[in-house]
């Protein structure tokens, strides 16, 4: 079974731009949660969707925010971006049941300068 | 709040000297505790989920187990490829989020 895939896995940004970062689960998972790592904060959440709904949100400003789309792909967008967007941002995708492991993709190391 | 605190920060070993990892958490009811390695640039590798306290898990060289306010990996025997980044995460009952620890960042020397 293929694994959770993100595209792109690197990106160059410079300040006040935009991004939009995605996330393929795995086959047959309709979860979908974003990460972001970095060397300061370690991984902190962002939100999780399911079934196209967003569940949960982590305490990040409004220039973040994501969609998930029928198909359980999920995009994650950041206006504005600032310095500190910085960072590797991880998806994460889980099965039907809230218990389950949460299995992580590659990661899209965004580099804002 | 939901609290995960990993020791050491960082621990090298030489190539067959055992050690353990330990990550303390408070957390308002455990759904679940996680561990997972993460290799430099890439995303974490699940390895165990831990349920209840007193569950142990083994795969290869490391085991996990767990109580009612702590989990250890220990590593037994370790090889230079164990170098990574191990991380614990717990699931709360009251939340679908995962809270992470910091990490242990492991150096095996052979």
């Known amino acids: 079974k293929a694994g959770v895939t993100q595209t792109p896995r690197y990106l160059i940004k410079t300040r006040g731009q935009q991004v939009t970062l995605s996330c393929s689960p795995i086959?047959?998972?309709?979860?979908v949660s974003w990460y972001q790592q970095t060397p300061g904060q370690g991984l902190q959440f962002l939100f999780e969707?399911?079934?196209?709904?967003?569940?949960n949100k982590g305490n990040f400003p409004g220039r973040f925010s994501g969609r998930q789309f029928s198909n359980s792909r999920s995009e994650m967008n950041v206006s504005t971006l600032e310095l500190g967007d910085s960072a590797l941002y991880l998806c994460?995708?889980?099965?039907?049941?809230?218990?389950?492991?949460?299995?992580f993709g590659p990661g899209t190391r965004l580099l804002v300068l | 709040e939901d609290q995960v605190t990993q020791s050491p920060e960082a621990l090298r070993l030489q190539e067959g000297e055992s050690s353990s990892l330990n990550c303390s958490y408070t957390?308002?009811?455990?759904?679940?505790l996680f561990w997972y390695r993460q290799d430099p640039g890439k995303g974490p590798e699940f390895l165990f989920t831990l349920y209840s306290a007193g569950e142990e898990k083994e795969k290869e060289r490391l085991k996990a187990t767990l109580t009612k306010k702590e989990s250890f990996l220990h590593i037994t025997a370790p090889k230079p490829e164990d170098s990574a980044t191990y991380l614990c995460?717990?699931?709360?009952?009251?939340?679908?989020?995962?809270?992470f620890g910091a990490g242990t960042t492991v150096t095996v020397r052979a």
């Open positions: 995460a717990v699931h709360p009952n009251n939340d679908y989020k995962l809270s």
């Open positions: 994460a995708s889980r099965g039907w049941a809230v218990q389950e492991t949460q299995y």
């Open positions: 957390v308002s009811g455990l759904r679940g």
């Open positions: 086959s047959g998972h309709r979860s």
């Open positions: 969707y399911f079934s196209e709904t967003q569940r």
